[in-house]
């Protein structure tokens, strides 16, 4: 069984459903992506795993719990991290205040935490006294994603990680989620740059009307023309 598990999820926000009997699951150590045209439900997804959707049928297990009726701050103590796409950071803030804000319920001691973001993205150390309205894009996504793993997660997970940034920032973005990864953390992840993402994907769902339209490994739905041909452009 997977660590987070998303199963047979059916719903929307008050009208016509969104999602439709749709399934998704990532592993600890493990990067799950999840792709498809604009309108299938990606973000959708990501919002029902984070119980801010109303859900007319399936449920969240996490670590074999069910977390179906949690709120979403009751999942975020369970061990969920959400980075969203845009309005991620505290412009005003230094890259360390922003790091801070993240660790805000701990109550023990979170300088170790802190050092290993900075091994996990040297530029925050370098430009640390910064404040954060002042770095790239894709420096302000590093600090977004270290403010969510200051929290000590067991799962991240990431709305479009790349959006407006560069090829070379992408590629760099994705080498540091590999490294999240590798710290045994599982992470979901929606992205638009589909062919770039499931290249780093242990497991990839394209959805289409909020389903499942396949589902394997990242390697796998590369490799099937029809997935290349319909979504990925040949």
Do not use: C, W
């Amino acid at each position: 069984m997977s660590y987070l598990i998303g199963e047979n999820l059916t719903g929307g926000y008050g009208g016509m459903d969104i999602l439709n009997d749709l399934t998704i699951s990532v592993d600890k150590g493990e990067i799950a992506v999840i792709v498809g045209p604009n309108g299938a439900g990606k973000s959708t997804a990501m919002k029902a795993l984070l119980g801010m959707l109303d859900l007319r049928e399936g449920q969240v297990l996490l670590d074999g719990k069910d977390i179906t009726n949690l709120t979403p701050q009751a999942r975020v103590g369970e061990g969920i991290a959400f980075v969203p796409q845009t309005h991620n950071v505290f412009t005003s803030m230094t890259v360390q205040e922003n790091l801070e804000m993240g660790a805000f319920l701990r109550r023990d001691d979170i300088f170790e935490t802190m050092e290993q973001i900075y091994e996990l993205f040297p530029i925050l150390k370098e430009k640390r006294k910064q404040a954060a309205g002042e770095l790239s894009g894709g420096q302000r996504q590093q600090v977004a994603v270290g403010r969510a793993m200051m929290t000590r997660p067991s799962v991240l997970m990431l709305d479009e990680p790349t959006a407006g940034v560069s090829p070379i920032v992408m590629d760099e973005l994705f080498d540091r989620i590999i490294e999240v990864k590798n710290t045994g953390v599982a992470v979901l992840m929606v992205e638009q740059n589909a062919r770039q993402a499931l290249d780093i994907a242990d497991r990839g769902y394209v959805l289409v009307t909020g389903r499942n339209r396949f589902t394997d490994t990242g390697a796998a739905l590369l490799a099937d023309p029809e997935v290349r041909k319909s979504f990925l452009g040949g």
